[in-house]
């Protein structure tokens, strides 16, 4: 019902700055939050960033002064740009979306994309 298709990610090197983006679409009645997931080889899943109302914003603490999340697209879109990147951001990120849809019936849930990777390396 809800489709998270996510741009970006790749190689970079370590102080370097990435940006991903995230394109909700489908049968879209409103979206609550939008935000930002990673998991590391190893690791489980973490929040990284979350943006509610198209400006209220909640950062994970290693990732504060460094990453910025918003919103546009009348907040079907959502972007994370990343600065300053370490090795220990290293990761698949997950755009995840908390969205009411539905054709006849609607209905809320979590969404999630499929995930690209971030790698931070020389």
């Known amino acids: 019902q809800v489709q998270l298709v996510e741009l970006g990610g790749g190689l970079v090197q370590p102080g370097g700055s990435l940006r991903l983006s995230c394109i909700a679409s489908g049968s879209i009645f409103s979206i609550y939050t939008l935000g930002w997931y990673r998991q590391a080889p190893g690791k489980q899943r973490e929040l990284v960033a979350t943006?509610?109302?198209?400006?209220?914003?909640n950062y994970a603490d290693s990732v504060k002064g460094r990453f910025t999340i918003s919103s546009d697209n009348a907040g079907h879109t959502v972007h994370l740009q990343m600065n300053s990147l370490k090795p220990e951001d290293t990761a698949v990120y997950y755009c995840?979306?908390?969205?009411?849809?539905?054709?006849?019936?609607?209905?809320?849930?979590?969404?999630w994309g499929q995930g690209t990777q971030v790698t931070v390396s020389v």
């Open positions: 995840y979306a908390d969205a009411a849809a539905g054709v006849v019936t609607v209905d809320r849930n979590d969404y």
């Open positions: 943006i509610r109302s198209g400006d209220r914003t």
